[in-house]
């Protein structure tokens, strides 16, 4: 498996299909949320997006780190296809983020199940659950 690591400005058109189709199979088609996808941020020079490919190809997974105005690096859309999970694509794409942000303040909107998997990289759940697209998630910071 490879390991990709773009800013939003230097995506080519054939990666940045590939990425939002995988968003879109996974969110939109698997969990059944249908939701804007296109938020205007993906192109952005400040957004990273990381992805792993496997040998043959195939995007197994991705997620993207956006820096918001106030310095908070926010990670994103983390998914994982069908066929990659339980492999670790999901640990190797987090590790890859917190290596891009560093030290720095981030924060994620985490699905409730998923608590356990981001506490592992310094994460921390604050306020209350919350449902987004009918699914539970809550707010983790790594401070």
């Known amino acids: ?10 995506l080519t058109p054939a990666e940045l299909y590939a990425v939002l189709r995988l968003r879109v199979d996974v969110f939109v088609v698997e969990q059944e949320c249908p939701y804007p996808e296109l938020d205007g941020r993906d192109l952005a020079p400040s957004t990273r997006h990381l992805w792993a490919t496997t040998t043959d190809g195939r995007l197994a997974g991705c ?9 908070v690096q926010r990670i994103g859309r983390v998914c994982t296809a069908g066929f990659a999970r339980g492999t670790g694509v999901g640990g190797v794409l987090m590790r ?9 303040v981030s924060v994620l909107d985490a699905q409730t199940y998923a608590t356990g998997f981001y506490a ?3 994460f921390v759940p604050e306020g209350e659950q919350y449902l987004e697209d009918g699914i539970p998630h809550i707010t983790m910071w790594r401070r």
Do not use: Q
């Not at 498996?1 to 230097?10: D, F, H, I, N, Q």
């Not at 890859?96 to 720095?104: F, L, Q, R, T, V």
């Open 1 to 10: 498996m490879s390991l990709t690591s773009r800013a939003g400005s230097e």
């Open 63 to 71: 997620l993207r780190v956006l820096a918001d105005e106030d310095g």
């Open 96 to 104: 890859a983020a917190m290596e891009h942000i560093g030290d720095a």
């Open 120 to 122: 592992r990289f310094g």
